[in-house]
């Protein structure tokens, strides 16, 4: 009897151990995410260039921006005030910030970019919304981070008798 239940404890955890661990197997996230676009949301060149840079130089500036760290983040901010008021580079720019905003994910970017100057968030507003349309991306935070707000009008007092 008592080898019958430890044969039947063995193969039961054999045979349980696999479908367990495909359950509990944890998933990666996509770095780049389907569009209706062919070839997803970067053109092959800017695809390329990303992931040698992100793969050569894991601890520089890309790469922590990539991670959400917000010091480097204010530097592709700054870099994409500087392009809008150039006038030239744009393209790559909106590029290069479309792949920290895939990378750091809506959350952190769009904290990240809370405190700049309103001149800084139009900037990367003007940069990142024509892909953002484009593509079909929905990204809630990061867009009304660099919308303008509507004012509310303010309500007449009510005078007290």
Do not use: N
């Not at 949301?41 to 790469?63: M, N, Q, Y």
């Not at 990539?66 to 480097?72: E, F, K, M, T």
């Amino acid at each position: 009897m008592v080898k019958t239940l430890c044969l039947a404890f063995v193969f039961g955890a054999v045979w349980a151990a696999p479908c367990l661990a495909k359950k509990t197997a944890p998933r990666r996230p996509k770095i780049e995410f389907s569009t209706s676009v062919e070839g997803g949301a970067f053109p092959s060149t800017f695809r390329e260039d990303f992931a040698e840079t992100l793969s050569e130089h894991p601890r520089g500036r890309f790469a922590r921006a990539y991670r959400g760290d917000r010091a480097a983040l204010r530097h592709y901010f700054a870099r994409a005030q500087d392009v809008i008021e150039e006038g030239d580079g744009s393209r790559p720019m909106s590029y290069v910030l479309l792949k920290l905003l895939f990378g750091c994910r809506d959350y952190r970017f769009s904290r990240a970019l809370e405190p700049e100057d309103f001149a800084t968030r139009r900037a990367v507003g003007r940069l990142l919304d024509p892909l953002l349309v484009r593509h079909r991306l929905s990204y809630p935070l990061t867009r009304s981070t660099y919308r303008p707000r509507p004012r509310t009008q303010p309500r007449a007092a009510i005078p007290r008798d």
